[in-house]
């Protein structure tokens, strides 16, 4: 398995379109994503600028196949018309 | 339900060490803690100094009293000797 945490650092004023357009890619990738356990998308509760996704995939191969998937494709891109600075992605493994 | 992503940033010759004590607080917290619905240990697949716990708590309220418990107040303040730079916790709710 293994986890991903993609943290994103967005504008105040576009908090609102960008979890519009993260629900799409959440909706699109748990539907249609093989080898997707978990994709949730996160606000942090005393700073809404800060929006992340929480994922957990099968393996690192099922993990490529979704980055290279139409939706995430179409989607991702745009994030960056949104973001205040750079965010930060972590690949994990589970210890315990 | 609340999220918790605690991302640290351990010394080289620390991991090993940190990992020891992160693995024994994840056991206190899984078998004692009210609230508590998922604690797991995370290491980062290309940078092993990125070691993350992710949480899952029931509510603000157990988080808190998890906090207060005698396993985290002797464990966590020790992690202090064990990190490169000050790390990041960032507390969400559920969008999707």
């Not at 748990?30 to 992340?52: H, M, W």
Request: hydrophobic share 40%; charged share 30%; net charge negative.
């Amino acid at each position: 398995m293994i986890k991903v945490v993609a943290k994103n650092y967005i504008k105040a004023d576009k908090v609102d379109e960008f979890i519009v357009l993260a629900k799409k890619l959440v909706q699109e990738t748990v539907q249609k994503d093989a080898g997707c356990i978990r994709y949730e998308l996160f606000q942090d509760i005393s700073n809404p600028q800060v929006l992340t996704i929480i994922e957990e995939w099968e393996n690192k191969d099922l993990l490529d196949l979704h980055m290279s998937a139409k939706h995430f494709k179409e989607i991702v891109p745009l994030f960056g018309g949104f973001t205040e600075r750079p965010g930060e992605t972590n690949l994990y493994q589970k210890l315990v």
